[in-house]
């Protein structure tokens, strides 16, 4: 692996030479196809270099962009399969939640206890700084409304596990960290489409109660799947055989309305009641998915392990559909928007930080919240994105600022790493310590 490695960094070089070739003769033959090689080189290649290893899954993000703007076509649709289709959208977001969810345990709640003060500043500072950065970049840069909307939309989303990540290798407040990034979570159904009503109702039509229903469908519904497989893994004999009870109930349910109750729901229900009965089926569905991958789990104790590779495969598939669909949005505004998602990403680390020093927080908690309000899920972002039919619009700022925010969480960790706190709480890295194994996804 590492003589591959090196081998396509050594013709990177190469590659660039023929790029650059490409485009001084305006030839697209050859300029498009070297772009894509040259972005999978580099992609690769980065993993012999120590110090750039942990950038190697930006790097991939990089290769969805560049794959995507050279051949858009080709991440549209494959055949009859639209790759943009909402329920394919839904499914996937539903695996990088649950693969976010699986990083996170029901225990992680049990940081209120300690951490309540610091909880509450930084669901403050997240879900007031971000969305109101957004709309206030949307007031300066003019974009067109749907592309504004994906502005405020990503600064409404709560925070995701790669701040989880970029606080542990900051070596900063990671009972905090996780505590913060749980009660987010739980919150955003209320919270986003609240935000999103407020701040963008002017730019795009914002049905409250139809997208808190489709964060529940995308976020709560995973990661209450993953919470059923963390319980089952302390729970007791009895109430394994409860819930192995309550799993067969529900694929009952199921068989029923494939034989015909679906029919009869949708014909004697109200709109209201059936939107009900659809919510329940998504619990039913999440409680038959946590059993099935706990069963699995017993079998296999690793399979954790590589849960994560498959939310890391999500969100690139996110990035280059949501590229392909937004090609020519963003040949005219993607430099505006990557300026958009540093100022945005920078205000986040900036006044969290500040703000938490100004609530009297301690210097490691204050980093901590500095990387909870500035990382937002991007993942949740793309999903809402999806599911109202919107990628190429609305899923625009996601698709730029998720890279960034990994690249400059990143390059802030390493930082702060170096310059450790003086006379840092003991409790604290031992904490830090402790919850090592809950923030090993690099979403």
């Not at 709309?135 to 840069?141: A, E, G, S, V």
């Not at 500095?370 to 609305?394: D, I, P, R, W, Y």
Request: with cysteine; aromatic share 12%; proline share 3%.
């Amino acid at each position: 692996m590492k003589r591959l490695q090196q081998f396509c960094l050594g013709i990177s070089g190469l590659l660039l030479i023929v790029l650059l070739a490409g485009l001084l003769m305006a030839n697209a033959r050859l300029w498009t196809p070297a772009s894509v090689f040259l972005a999978v080189s580099l992609a690769v290649g980065i993993g012999a270099i120590t110090s750039l290893k942990s950038y190697q899954y930006t790097a991939w993000i990089i290769v969805a962009v560049v794959a995507a703007m050279a051949y858009p076509d080709a991440f549209l649709k494959w055949g009859p399969l639209d790759l943009r289709n909402k329920w394919l959208i839904l499914a996937i977001v539903q695996m990088v939640m649950f693969g976010m969810g699986i990083q996170m345990s029901i225990r992680d709640f049990s940081g209120l206890a300690t951490t309540g003060k610091g909880v509450l500043i930084g669901l403050l500072c997240h879900f007031s700084i971000m969305p109101l950065m957004g709309f206030m970049l949307t007031r300066i840069f003019h974009f067109d409304p749907e592309i504004a909307a994906g502005i405020i939309l990503i600064g409404s989303c709560s925070s995701g596990l790669a701040s989880n990540v970029m606080v542990y290798l900051a070596r900063a407040n990671l009972v905090l960290s996780v505590t913060v990034t749980a009660m987010a979570t739980l919150a955003a159904p209320f919270l986003t489409p609240l935000l999103m009503r407020l701040l963008a109702g002017a730019l795009i039509e914002v049905k409250f109660t139809s997208m808190m229903m489709e964060i529940i469908k995308i976020v709560i519904v995973p990661i209450g799947a993953a919470f059923l497989h963390d319980y089952l893994k302390r729970a007791s004999t009895k109430g394994k055989r409860n819930t192995s009870v309550i799993a067969v109930m529900c694929v009952l349910w199921f068989t029923g309305q494939a034989f015909g109750m679906w029919h009869w729901l949708t014909v004697n229900l109200t709109p209201q009641a059936l939107q009900s009965v659809q919510l329940f089926n998504f619990f039913a569905g999440a409680f038959i998915a946590g059993s099935a991958y706990h069963l699995l789990y017993s079998r296999n104790k690793n399979i954790d392990k590589y849960v994560p590779y498959l939310s890391m495969f999500g969100i690139v598939y996110f990035t280059t559909v949501t590229t392909a669909a937004g090609r020519d949005n963003l040949l005219h505004v993607g430099l505006l928007l990557f300026i958009a998602s540093v100022i945005h990403n920078g205000a986040g680390y900036f006044f969290g930080y500040w703000l938490s020093r100004l609530f009297k927080l301690d210097k490691n908690s204050a980093r901590t919240i500095a990387f909870e309000v500035g990382l937002q899920n991007g993942g949740m972002a793309s999903g809402l994105a999806g599911t109202m039919g919107k990628l190429a619009t609305v899923g625009l700022a996601p698709a730029v600022f998720s890279p960034w925010m990994n690249i400059s969480g990143s390059i802030l960790a390493n930082y702060w790493r170096r310059r450790p706190v003086k006379k840092a709480d003991d409790k604290i890295i031992q904490n830090h310590d402790k919850l090592l194994s809950q923030s090993t996804c690099t979403l």
